[in-house]
């Protein structure tokens, strides 16, 4: 790997360590989130920090590469690893070196949290689950591990690793967790990130999906022949893939997954400050009327591009329009309290 040694030691240090408390975004019970606190104050953590020098810097790839760490940007995840990320973070750090138009050169920092898939509580964390949809069966290990490194960039596609910071945690598995060799259930593979930026791009051009599979599958034949997979990525499309594509699709055109619908359509429509997500949404709209409990029953937004009433214009003013067809809309009925638009 090509280390350009000279802009570490412009850079600043690295941040203190946390290694001594426990990272609020593992999955644990809180009782197993008291033993872990309990093991760490009694036998202290693991790990250490690493200086921007040729010896450090080996020792820490090495040690990343004894515990099978995989850093996004530098090393790929085997399926089969029990590590899986828990949380990432990063900022921009600016360096005393100046780039080419004289301003300062940014590194990236990122701090990620490891965690043992024998230690994951599925019924803790952003989205528990009843079900234990870890492919590891829970053995009592407490191996956590957090990596704070240095990139070039924000970005986790080009984000070429410069420097390792930080290696700390419990870096050691429980016995009973190393006993366990073999998955309860198949590893969660991957779709291979060439194939899904060429999914993504069929996606925004709205290609049907049918065709999107079509497209895909000699996609994949052209770069992978016939190979379905190996340990890190997936050559073939799911049906998962696709409820997640177009999750990406609609996240990139600013509708947020984790908001209400009727709190996206007050967000694009509502007198003040209106955020459609593109203008020609504010563009089209003629009539907005959110529904507010007490005041009416109904929910109404009338829809209508220049274009659209251009033609009406034309073709419909003075004149009898004959419909191929109507359509019912079914939407849920959006709450709100502010007052209705019209136009
Ligand atoms: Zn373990």
Not at 51 to 72: G, I, N
Not at 288 to 294: D, E, I, T
Not at 304 to 332: D, N, Y
Request: include cysteine; hydrophobic fraction near 30%; charged fraction near 25%.
């Amino acid at each position: 790997m090509p280390v350009p040694w000279s802009v570490f030691r412009q850079m600043r240090k690295s941040p203190p360590s946390k290694a001594e408390a426990v990272p609020r975004h593992l999955r644990l019970s809180e009782e197993e989130r008291r033993a872990v606190a309990d093991h760490i104050a009694a036998v202290g953590a693991d790990g250490r920090r690493y200086e921007y020098t040729p010896e450090d810097q080996d020792a820490a790839f090495d040690t990343l590469e004894e515990l099978r760490v995989h850093v996004p940007g530098f090393s790929l995840r085997d399926v089969n690893s029990k590590l899986s990320i828990q949380y990432s973070t990063h900022s921009s750090i600016n360096t005393t070196r100046k780039n080419a138009s004289g301003d300062p050169e940014t590194v990236w920092r990122w701090t990620r949290i490891y965690q043992c898939a024998c230690s994951i509580n599925n019924e803790s964390g952003f989205r528990p689950s009843k079900k234990r949809l870890v492919g590891w069966k829970k053995a009592g290990c407490m191996c956590w591990i957090r990596v704070v490194s240095t990139h070039e960039s924000g970005s986790v596609k080009d984000s070429c690793l410069l420097a390792i910071d930080e290696i700390s945690g419990i870096l050691t598995h429980a016995e009973s967790c190393t006993a366990e060799s073999t998955m309860d259930l198949p590893p969660r593979i991957p779709l291979h990130p060439e194939l899904r930026d060429f999914a993504l791009d069929l996606v925004r051009r709205h290609i049907p999906l049918t065709q999107i599979q079509i497209e895909c599958r000699t996609f994949s034949r052209s770069r992978w022949q016939d190979a379905v997979d190996n340990v890190n990525h997936r050559y073939i499309l799911t049906s998962q893939d696709s409820t997640s594509l177009y999750r990406s699709y609609r996240r990139e055109n600013g509708m947020m997954q984790r908001t209400r619908p009727e709190d996206n359509l007050d967000k694009w429509f509502r007198t003040e400050n209106p955020m459609p997500p593109i203008p020609a949404l504010t563009e089209a709209l003629i009539h907005y009327q959110p529904h507010v409990p007490g005041e009416n029953d109904r929910f109404m937004l009338l829809l209508s591009t220049p274009q659209q009433r251009e033609m009406a214009w034309k073709f419909g003013h003075k004149r009898q329009l004959i419909m191929e067809r109507h359509l019912w809309c079914m939407l849920r009925t959006p709450s709100s309290v502010h007052p209705p638009r019209h136009r």
